[in-house]
């Protein structure tokens, strides 16, 4: 999967609905987040619990620029929990943890700013 970061790159092709719908976001809180000096790029090991139906899922993030270890666990991101289980060095990702690029091309997480139950699906 190919990932533009480059803001100034005109929006992808046009899509229906329903193809939209395909894709499930859901909001999880961090439980735990690790170094994960394995992977090819910089990157944290992250278990995130997405409530009851879902349970807990591993990812791995590209977020070392702009967070510490210590600023993830409790925090709530987004991440499409549908696509195939990807390895990714020694680990299984098994959600895409998502975020947008900042001024330098790194990633911010994308969060709500105030807490929702774990679980819920973007819409």
């Known amino acids: 999967m190919h990932m533009r970061h480059d803001p100034s790159a005109p929006a992808a092709p046009e899509i229906a609905f329903d193809d939209f719908l ?3 976001i859901r909001v999880g809180t961090i439980v735990e987040a690790e170094p994960f000096p394995e992977a090819r790029k ?3 090991r992250l278990v995130i619990d997405f409530g ?9 993030a590209q977020i070392t620029e702009n ?3 210590s600023d993830l666990v409790g925090m709530q991101v987004a991440a499409v929990v549908n696509f195939p289980p990807r390895q990714i060095g020694p680990m299984m990702s098994e959600v895409l943890t ?9 990633v911010m997480l994308f969060h ?10 973007l819409f």
């Open 67 to 69: 967070y510490r270890i």
């Open 22 to 24: 395909k894709t499930d």
């Open 52 to 60: 009851p139906a879902i349970g807990r899922k591993k990812s791995s």
């Open 112 to 121: 709500p700013t105030m807490p929702i139950p774990d679980g819920g699906r």
């Open 42 to 44: 910089p990157a944290f």
């Open 98 to 106: 998502l975020g947008f690029p900042d001024e330098h091309g790194h």
